[in-house]
């Protein structure tokens, strides 16, 4: 059988910079898989080019199966692909509530829409207080936990999140992280998450890719990778057993 | 007093001509980033889609003779159909442009629009007489008052009200507000960004076609040109109010037409015929004073 997910040789240019040079990588069905990689290393860009925001210029993208390689994101996102995006991009001069209607108008039936809302407004209880609120006045968190339950309104089932702890404080990483694991068992949700630093991430993911100047460095189990140097390695380029090279360079 | 009164009504006519103009100039650049030169061209076409095709220097009406509530379906139909056209044939194709491609694209749109009109209906001005009875005087007290300008006010008044309860109330206008928020976002979120758009052209069509009547049953001429000053004049209004809020097109709207209504009054007779200079010197005063405009949306201001 198909994985969910599959990127194949995917290329990806920006005027003259190459921002991912052939990766591939996969997600299963149900699974938790995580990129990570350093600043600029393509991981948004990956994230981009899967929900259809960003045209590769070489390559393939299959979800279940069937290429969606140069579809609009609007109709991947009718796939039940979902994209969480960097800096969240909540509509910030729409109310909470609005925000998350906009999610779910693309399921055409506001039954269930309302329905989907109010399940999700029970993760989301600061998002319930707040429904009337322009979305704009929202804590930095508040707009993140709106930026996944807005993309959850879309019942997705697979939701990419790029860089969800981006900007805030531990505690705040440590909610949504939980949030995001229970919408996982609830919605049946295959999660495809980037983000900058391991640490987190290690202990749910089931499967880790690094990626570094735009090709994929490593892959594994996060079991396997749990010591660290494999990822340590794949992430700067040397080992913590080898010295730095500007170290040995000077 | 009553002199002033009296230039304030005008003022308010004038301002709500600029306004609905500013308004559907506002929509498009707000979801676009387009600025629509030839916003004002779908108004010349609503215009000489009242009176038969011909080359004559008096117009003979045509649908322009049809009742009223059939001569306001037609002209909003064949606006908004037209207003359709320029996006399916040019902006379309043209949708990854950058802003300033798509201005220039505009500017070509306008100009074929004039040639068009050139084309079937001749370069002279034509004298129409198209629902004159609106321009009757009515006495409100001690002011005499065109029943026109009423008119003028209470539809813009319905058509912004419209509007908003458009944007604010229905699935389609909270998908636009998001898309002019943030395009990408919105699409990503499964918003068809070609049905908000054509939305939006429809939208500015309607807008369009209402400046159209009321605009002839008040000047009662035409000439292929005279949607160019409207476009240029909304569009000012769309600067002062602060470009992508609508709010802020209304308002530079009404401002606008305050500011040239009351210098055609109060200005000496020798100064008149430098109105409109004197109009633009003040609208450079409100940018200096505020540089992103009355009503700034934050949006923009983010974004540029
Ligand atoms: N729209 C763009 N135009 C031009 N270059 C871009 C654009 N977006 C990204 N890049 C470049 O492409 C490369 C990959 O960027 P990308 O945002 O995918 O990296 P990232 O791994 O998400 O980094 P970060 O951790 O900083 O978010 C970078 O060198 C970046 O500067
Ligand atoms: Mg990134």
Same mark, same amino acid.
């Given at each position: 059988?198909?994985?969910?997910?599959?990127?194949?040789?995917?290329?990806?240019?920006?005027?003259? /910079?190459?921002?991912?040079?052939?990766?591939?990588?996969?997600?299963?069905? @149900?699974?938790?898989?995580?990129?990570?990689?350093?600043?600029?290393?393509?991981?948004?860009?990956?994230?981009?080019?899967?929900?259809?925001?960003?045209?590769?210029?070489?390559?393939?993208?299959? /979800?279940?199966?069937?290429?969606?390689?140069?579809?609009?994101?609007?109709?991947?996102?009718?796939?039940? #692909?979902? &994209?969480?995006?960097?800096?969240?991009?909540?509509?910030?001069?729409?109310?909470?509530?609005?925000?998350?209607?906009?999610?779910?108008?693309? /399921?055409?039936?506001?039954?269930?829409?309302?329905?989907?809302?109010?399940?999700?407004?029970?993760?989301?209880?600061?998002?319930?207080?707040?429904?009337?609120?322009?979305?704009?006045?929202?804590?930095? @968190?508040?707009?993140?936990?709106?930026?996944?339950?807005?993309?959850?309104?879309?019942?997705?089932?697979?939701?990419?999140?790029?860089?969800?702890?981006?900007?805030?404080?531990?505690?705040?990483?440590?909610?949504?992280?939980?949030?995001?694991?229970?919408?996982?068992?609830?919605?049946?949700?295959?999660?495809?998450?980037?983000?900058?630093?391991?640490?987190?991430?290690?202990? =749910?993911?089931?499967?880790?890719?690094?990626?570094?100047?735009?090709?994929?460095?490593?892959?594994?189990?996060?079991?396997?990778?749990?010591?660290?140097?494999?990822?340590?390695?794949?992430?700067?380029?040397?080992?913590?057993?080898?010295?730095?090279?500007?170290?040995?360079? %000077? | 007093?009553?002199?002033?009164?009296?230039?304030?009504?005008?003022?308010?006519?004038?301002?709500?001509?600029?306004?609905?103009?500013? #308004?559907?100039?506002?929509?498009?650049?707000?979801?676009?980033?387009l600025i629509n030169f030839a916003h004002g061209d779908l108004?010349?076409?609503?215009?000489?889609?009242?009176?038969?095709?011909?080359?004559?220097?008096? %117009?003979?009406?045509?649908?322009?003779?049809?009742?009223?509530?059939?001569?306001?379906?037609?002209?909003?139909?064949?606006?908004?159909?037209a207003a359709?056209l320029t996006d399916a044939a040019v902006f379309r194709p043209l949708?990854?442009a950058s802003p300033p491609t798509l201005m220039i694209a505009s500017f070509a749109v306008s100009y074929i629009i004039q040639n068009g009109i050139l084309?079937?209906?001749?370069?002279?001005?034509?004298?129409?007489?198209?629902?004159?009875?609106?321009?009757?005087?009515?006495?409100?007290?001690?002011?005499?008052?065109?029943?026109?300008?009423?008119?003028?006010?209470?539809?813009?008044?319905?058509?912004? %009200?419209?509007?908003?309860? =458009?944007?604010?109330?229905?699935?389609?206008?909270?998908?636009?507000?998001?898309?002019?928020?943030?395009?990408?976002?919105?699409?990503?979120?499964?918003?068809?960004?070609?049905?908000?758009?054509?939305?939006?052209?429809?939208?500015?069509?309607?807008?369009?076609?209402?400046?159209?009547?009321?605009?002839?049953?008040?000047?009662?001429?035409?000439?292929?040109q005279?949607g160019v000053?409207?476009a240029?004049?909304?569009?000012?209004?769309?600067?002062?109010?602060?470009?992508?809020? /609508?709010?802020?097109?209304?308002? @530079?709207?009404?401002?606008?037409?305050?500011?040239?209504?009351?210098?055609?009054?109060?200005?000496?007779?020798?100064?008149?015929?430098?109105?409109?200079?004197?109009?633009?010197? =003040?609208?450079?005063?409100?940018?200096?004073?505020?540089?992103?405009? &009355?009503?700034?949306?934050?949006?923009?201001?983010?974004?540029?």
């Amino acid at each position: 059988m198909a994985a969910l997910l599959e990127v194949e040789n995917l290329s990806v240019r920006y005027g003259d /910079l190459m921002a991912l040079r052939s990766a591939s990588l996969s997600v299963d069905e @149900g699974e938790v898989v995580c990129i990570i990689g350093p600043n600029g290393a393509g991981k948004s860009t990956t994230l981009a080019a899967i929900a259809g925001g960003v045209r590769p210029v070489s390559g393939d993208i299959r /979800l279940e199966g069937r290429s969606i390689v140069g579809r609009r994101p609007e109709h991947i996102a009718r796939l039940r #692909l979902s &994209l969480v995006p960097e800096g969240r991009h909540i509509f910030g001069t729409l109310t909470v509530e609005e925000n998350l209607q906009i999610g779910g108008y693309m /399921l055409g039936d506001r039954a269930a829409a309302r329905a989907g809302m109010e399940r999700l407004l029970g993760h989301f209880p600061r998002l319930r207080e707040r429904l009337r609120y322009p979305a704009a006045r929202l804590s930095g @968190g508040e707009q993140q936990m709106l930026a996944v339950a807005r993309a959850v309104m879309t019942r997705p089932r697979l939701l990419l999140v790029d860089e969800p702890s981006l900007g805030l404080a531990p505690r705040i990483i440590d909610q949504i992280y939980e949030i995001l694991l229970e919408l996982r068992q609830r919605e049946k949700l295959t999660l495809l998450i980037n983000e900058q630093s391991s640490a987190r991430i290690l202990k =749910f993911a089931d499967r880790i890719y690094v990626l570094r100047g735009g090709a994929v460095q490593v892959e594994g189990r996060a079991a396997d990778l749990r010591d660290g140097e494999a990822i340590h390695r794949a992430y700067f380029g040397f080992g913590t057993q080898d010295s730095a090279p500007a170290e040995t360079a %000077a | 007093m009553i002199g002033f009164l009296q230039h304030l009504i005008d003022a308010l006519a004038l301002g709500s001509i600029y306004a609905l103009t500013a #308004l559907g100039i506002g929509l498009l650049f707000g979801i676009l980033r387009l600025i629509n030169f030839a916003h004002g061209d779908l108004i010349t076409v609503g215009a000489y889609a009242l009176i038969v095709p011909a080359a004559d220097v008096t %117009a003979r009406l045509m649908i322009g003779s049809w009742t009223p509530a059939a001569v306001v379906v037609a002209i909003s139909m064949i606006v908004v159909v037209a207003a359709l056209l320029t996006d399916a044939a040019v902006f379309r194709p043209l949708r990854t442009a950058s802003p300033p491609t798509l201005m220039i694209a505009s500017f070509a749109v306008s100009y074929i629009i004039q040639n068009g009109i050139l084309m079937f209906y001749g370069a002279r001005p034509k004298a129409v007489d198209f629902w004159s009875g609106a321009n009757v005087q009515i006495t409100i007290g001690a002011l005499r008052v065109p029943l026109l300008q009423l008119i003028t006010l209470a539809v813009t008044l319905v058509l912004m %009200a419209a509007l908003t309860v =458009f944007l604010r109330r229905t699935p389609q206008g909270v998908q636009m507000r998001a898309a002019a928020e943030d395009f990408r976002m919105a699409q990503y979120l499964g918003v068809r960004g070609n049905v908000v758009i054509g939305l939006a052209f429809a939208i500015s069509g309607v807008l369009a076609a209402a400046v159209s009547m009321l605009y002839i049953t008040q000047s009662g001429s035409l000439t292929f040109q005279m949607g160019v000053p409207l476009a240029l004049f909304a569009f000012v209004a769309v600067v002062i109010g602060g470009m992508g809020s /609508l709010a802020g097109a209304v308002a @530079g709207g009404f401002l606008l037409g305050f500011i040239v209504t009351m210098l055609q009054a109060y200005l000496p007779p020798d100064l008149r015929a430098f109105r409109d200079a004197f109009a633009f010197a =003040f609208v450079i005063l409100v940018l200096l004073v505020r540089p992103s405009g &009355l009503l700034p949306s934050r949006t923009t201001v983010e974004r540029v």
